[in-house]
């Protein structure tokens, strides 16, 4: 089963990716997390990406695109697999349909996770991971069981995202409406969008997205 999951900054995209990975065997393709581990390893392209995504815009097709290719070719996507933050606006949509024809794929299911706009902020800025195992952490809804120490790895080392700041996120909430929110029409109009309430608490959110996976 492959899925797009589709949403504003803060959503859960992140979130509910990681269930479906441990519950159903999808791997997670995560642009951000791509983008973001190139530039931790100073590669070309990170060395590209970085301002761009520190002032909260959208890193060029091109490299986004080729970056998605390359994963589709590997032997992990097979089982199926989650688009997490990809596509973001028509022309990343319309060069993964391409993608997909060319390997006779398809999307199962493209899930909208709706949310509002001021939640989006708390829940972003409230943010932070654990600097060595990567566990995601939020100041108000998932802090560790032990305060300053990671749950899986022990360590007490926490980190933050340079562009979970209030103004940056405000921007990718302006980019999202602008480039990536029209992609609720594209695939509405290929019929197999879904569209689940992602104001709901994360375990909530995750039954409704098993109902739509059961179904599709
Ligand atoms: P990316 O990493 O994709 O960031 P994003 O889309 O802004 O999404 P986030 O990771 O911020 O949010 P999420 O929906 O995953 O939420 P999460 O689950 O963490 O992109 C970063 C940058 O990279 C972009 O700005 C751009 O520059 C570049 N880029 C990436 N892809 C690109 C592309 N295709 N083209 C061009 N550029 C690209 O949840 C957030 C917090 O809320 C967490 O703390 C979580 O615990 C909490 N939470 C989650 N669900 C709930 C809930 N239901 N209730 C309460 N709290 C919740």
Redesign the pocket.
Known sequence: MNLI?L????????????NLEERRGLKQL???????AAVAAGSEIGRK?KA??????????D???SI?ADRLNQPDVAKGFIL??????TA?AEALDRMLRSKNLKIDAVIE?K?NDE??I???T???TCAKCGK???????RPKQEGTCDVCGSHEFIR?P??NEA??RD?LE??NRQ?APLIDYYGRKGNLRTID?????P??RRQIEEVLDRA
Do not use: C, W
């Not at 995601?136 to 998932?142: S, V």
């Not at 992602?198 to 994360?202: F, H, S, T, Y």
């Open positions: 999951l949403g504003p900054p803060g959503a859960g995209k992140g979130t509910q990716a990681k995560s642009t951000g997390e791509m983008l973001r990406a761009i995504m520190d002032r909260g815009e959208l890193v060029s097709d490299i986004v695109v998605i997490d933050g990809f596509p973001r606006n990343q996770m949310v939640a989006l708390e829940r972003i409230g943010r932070y995601g952490y939020h100041d108000r809804f998932e995202r562009d979970d940056t996120v990718r980019v999202y990536t992602g104001m709901a608490d994360i909530d959110v």
